[in-house]
């Protein structure tokens, strides 16, 4: 059964740092393109970022510049740097792969900024 577990999540000041993880079980990751989402509070899920198997990189705009989604395959660990971080980027954030149908939900990790 394939599990993603992301952890990191945090409550973090503005214009602060966090460095998120998620883990994965499947055999495929290393070839496999993998994105980062986030979920605010009564809003739906939404893109943040994604990396492909090579490690070519890309982000949604509100996040362009600020994050960066790195990947370890060896440990098959997909992280996403979080700088210089702003009230709208709190949420959950969850991973999955980013092409074929999604991997069950992983329980996300929450990341809270304040004043």
């Known amino acids: 059964q394939v599990q993603l577990v992301e952890s990191g999540g945090d409550l973090v000041q503005v214009g602060g740092s966090l460095r998120l993880s998620c883990a994965a079980s499947f055999g495929a990751f290393s070839i496999s393109p993998m994105g980062w989402y986030r979920q605010a509070a009564g809003k739906e899920r939404e893109y943040v970022a994604s990396?492909?198997?090579?490690?070519?990189?890309d982000y949604a705009h509100p996040v362009k510049g600020r994050f960066t989604i790195s990947r370890d395959n060896n440990k098959k660990t997909v992280y996403l740097q979080m700088n210089s971080v702003e009230f709208a980027d709190t949420g959950v954030y969850y991973c999955?792969?980013?092409?074929?149908?999604?991997?069950?939900w992983g329980q996300g990790t929450q990341v809270t900024v304040s004043s």
């Open positions: 990396i492909t198997s090579g490690g070519r990189a």
């Open positions: 999955n792969r980013l092409s074929g149908p999604a991997f069950p």
